[in-house]
């Protein structure tokens, strides 16, 4: 990774591009400090203090602390995250969109500037509801129509920004923009979240057990990355050989070639729909004063993590049960979207290539399921291990959710990689325009 960085700042075009994509950074950064006009910032703080639960835990993780701090960028990104995730879903269920999708480059504009439009909405919805939701606890001393549109129009505004900014540094920076600003986010919560383990198991001990217990919880986040690594890069080869052609007076084709099914085919998609689906309930009932001892209470108890795994309150564990459905349910589900073997059976087909021992058609398209459905269970739980190895901890030892825990994790890792990779192709592509030059 150095050493890639190290080239590219060699590289003066590639320089420029880490240079604005740094200041874009410094500019989200200097954001997420401003309050909002006419709000309580302290607020939010006295509230994540009073509360038992995670329900905001990871959102808050997302926003790099703007939502705890109630900034004008306190919506961050997901607004957008969001939407992407809609209107990928609805270019499934809408042919017109599925044909837009599969126009070309006009296509992906048209479905961009829709995806802008509901981003727009879902953030004018999201700070509504904080709005009006949270200011009569005590979020804008002077509650009323003007106030609550000024804190409405600037969290929506905050949130356009930065996808435009996200929307800047995958134009004029080192690609990846959206992503990007999350990873920055997620980062920036690090030196509290390095302190808050210092308080919990390392202060007020002797030095010698300080060093033992430090060493410990480095080797342990260490083997957790070193396993999101391996299973983001992780991937089943499938062999494809293509027949030979005569053109003319020569042979052509003939060539093989693979098909590479990724372990982890739906990332950290299934993970954030399934916390989302459990923490949605946990997040309304905020709104509402709900008894802890009613029917209610206990199953908001129960489909919150931070009761997991807890060795005071076990019943509530049983909540862990559905999160594991839902995640291997949601892997299937979103390769099922993403991911079509009969269409890439036919691709292979119309070139003249086939998998070796497999009929061409519909002998192929099963075959191709049927890998696809074996590794994609293996990638589900890959995902649940890295998502329940910090509930676990956190259960057991009370400590609070962590940025580079779990979800938060597979993100940074993920961004990493893909950014690196796409540094190394704009490096590789100046090196051919340099060869084509002389």
Known sequence: MLTTLRNAFKVKDIRKKLLFT?????????????????????????????????????????????????????????????????????TIAIPKLEEMQKDGEEGRKKIVEYTRYVTVALAFIESIAMAVGFGRQGLIPDFGVKSVVVVVLTMTA??????WIGERIT???VGNGISIVLLLNILS???????????????????????????????????????????NGAE?????????????????????????????????????????I??????????????????G????????????????????????????????????????????????ADNMKKQGGFIPGIRPGKPTSDYLSKILNYIIFIGACGLLIVAMVPIVLSGIFSVASLSFSGTSLIIIAGVILETLKSIESQMLVRNYRGFLVS
């Open 22 to 90: 740094f200041l874009m950074l410094v500019v989200i950064r200097l954001g997420s400090n401003l309050p909002i006009p006419g709000v309580q910032t302290d607020f939010f703080a006295n509230f994540f203090a009073q509360q038992t639960g995670d329900a905001f835990g990871f959102f808050n993780a997302m926003t790099g602390g703007s939502f705890e701090s109630l900034s004008i960028l306190a919506l961050s990104i997901t607004p957008y995250i969001t939407s992407s995730i809609i209107v990928q879903l609805m």
């Open 158 to 163: 905050g949130s356009a920004f930065l996808m």
């Open 189 to 231: 919560s690090l030196p509290q979240d390095l302190f808050t383990l210092y308080t919990r198991f390392m202060q007020n001990k002797s030095i010698a057990l300080m060093v033992v217990i430090g060493l410990i919880i480095a080797a342990c986040i260490l083997a957790m990355i070193v396993f999101v690594i391996v299973l």
């Open 236 to 276: 089943r080869r499938i062999p494809v050989q293509y027949s030979a052609k005569t053109q003319g007076r020569r042979m052509v084709g003939g060539q093989s070639s693979n098909i590479p099914l990724k372990v982890n085919t739906a990332g950290v998609i299934p993970v954030i729909f399934a916390s989302s």
């Open 297 to 344: 209470g206990k199953i908001l108890a129960v489909l919150s993590s931070s009761n997991w795994f807890v060795p005071e309150r076990p019943k509530y564990s049983i909540g862990v049960l559905l999160y594991i459905v839902l995640v291997i349910l949601f892997a299937y589900f979103y390769t099922s979207i993403t991911f079509n073997p009969l269409e890439i």
């Open 171 to 173: 134009e004029k920076g």
């Open 278 to 295: 459990m923490s949605f309930p946990v997040v309304i009932s905020q709104f509402f004063n709900v008894d802890p001892t009613s029917i």
